[in-house]
């Protein structure tokens, strides 16, 4: 296995402008602890000829990044969609076209998260070995068996694609594969709504509708300042205290240090959490949101829920498509909520569910239109 380690300019130029038209295996390592997004460690892209690591500690990768939205190219990734999220924030686009190897493999019968040292075992005979996977990819220098483990990740894509797109081909469900694709893609373009990130508060259901305008806000402010800082979001402060800020509705510091806030939580940010809970709260109450009404408590869930499933199963029986991939409990979800909770008017203005499009919709989602 043959590489080259690119920390030059002019080496990454002259590296890329010999690639081939042939889809191009690509690979990153990251670290992500403390971080909102990964940070970048190293590049790996192999076109079946040259394969390069690239350091981005040292090199401007604005050139890879025009040449992986060139019309045409083909990116490969395995279980892309981390190194999706990381291409999107360095370079402000995905890739002109992205193939996962672990969705293929889903949709070959292996299952939704198979792995990339399994699969290459099955198709290859190769066992690799995965021994540097919780490295630090931002030390510097890398040891050689470290660019050696980084390499393999591509050397041995490249050829595992091939043999994965030709039993996917036989199979019958290119079609479906190539859409999913997109949809994965899709689904990293969307941009999240701050004022949305209160539904993901653990126990929000619980609140009344004053204390919800409160976390609503709360939850918002922390997104944005998790964004801006670079910092995850239970970094700026825990969800738990913003569920609690939120319940309490406390006036002064000394409450806050009452509900079991960090006393780092208070000292950085404890005057900027009464400033919302006091503008929250003084709010139209006619803006404040409606009660969080879990889907469980909707009389029809559990006998729906049960319905799906085995209407999924069966599919997925006859299709050879594992029935997490059809319609994971969070597919089902996202249908439920548009059927239960948005009135008909609303439902025609708004993107349908998973499940009711493409080629899930194909399989289970005319069955239920039906009901």
Not at 52 to 60: E, G, H, Q, Y
Request: net charge neutral.
């Amino acid at each position: 296995m043959q590489y080259q380690f690119i920390c030059d300019q002019a080496a990454l130029e002259q590296f890329l402008a010999g690639l081939t038209d042939a889809p191009l295996a690509i690979d990153t390592e990251f670290v992500r602890t403390r971080t909102y997004y990964p940070q970048l460690g190293l590049f790996q892209i192999y076109d079946g000829a040259s394969l390069a690591l690239i350091d981005p500690l040292t090199v401007n990768l604005r050139p890879l990044w025009d040449r992986l939205v060139r019309p045409g190219t083909i990116s490969v990734l395995h279980a892309s969609s981390e190194d999706l999220e990381l291409i999107q924030h360095e370079a402000g686009h995905l890739p002109a076209q992205m193939h996962d190897t672990q969705l293929a493999a889903a949709f070959l019968g292996y299952g939704v998260s198979v792995g990339f040292g399994a699969l290459v075992n099955d198709f290859l005979g190769v066992e690799l070995v995965k021994d540097q996977a919780r490295t630090d990819w931002l030390a510097r220098p890398l040891s050689p068996r470290q660019l050696d483990y980084a390499a393999a990740d591509v050397f041995y894509l490249a050829p595992l694609y091939q043999k994965v797109m030709a039993r996917l081909a036989q199979s019958g469900k290119l079609a479906w594969f190539e859409e999913e694709c997109r949809n994965h893609c899709a689904r990293k373009l969307s941009i999240s709504d701050p004022y949305q990130a209160y539904l993901d508060i653990g126990n929000a259901w619980l609140l009344g509708r004053r204390e919800l305008a409160i976390l609503r806000e709360l939850a918002a402010w922390r997104q944005k300042e998790a964004v801006r800082r670079d910092l995850a979001v239970n970094f700026v402060i825990k969800e738990l205290s913003l569920f609690k800020v939120a319940e309490s509705r406390p006036t002064s510091l000394r409450e806050l240090g009452d509900l079991g806030l960090l006393p780092i939580e208070i000292k950085i940010h404890g005057k900027t959490l009464l400033d919302i809970v006091a503008r929250a709260q003084s709010g139209n109450p006619d803006s404040w949101p409606d009660r969080v009404r879990r889907l469980v408590d909707f009389p029809q869930y559990k006998s729906e829920l049960k319905r799906i499933k085995a209407l999924v199963e069966e599919k997925a029986k006859e299709s050879g498509v594992p029935p997490e991939l059809i319609a994971s409990k969070k597919i089902i979800h996202q249908y439920f909520t548009w059927s239960w909770r948005l009135p008909e008017a609303q439902r025609a203005t708004v993107e349908r569910p998973s499940l009711l499009c493409g080629w899930r919709h194909e399989l289970v989602g005319h069955l239920l239109e039906k009901q």
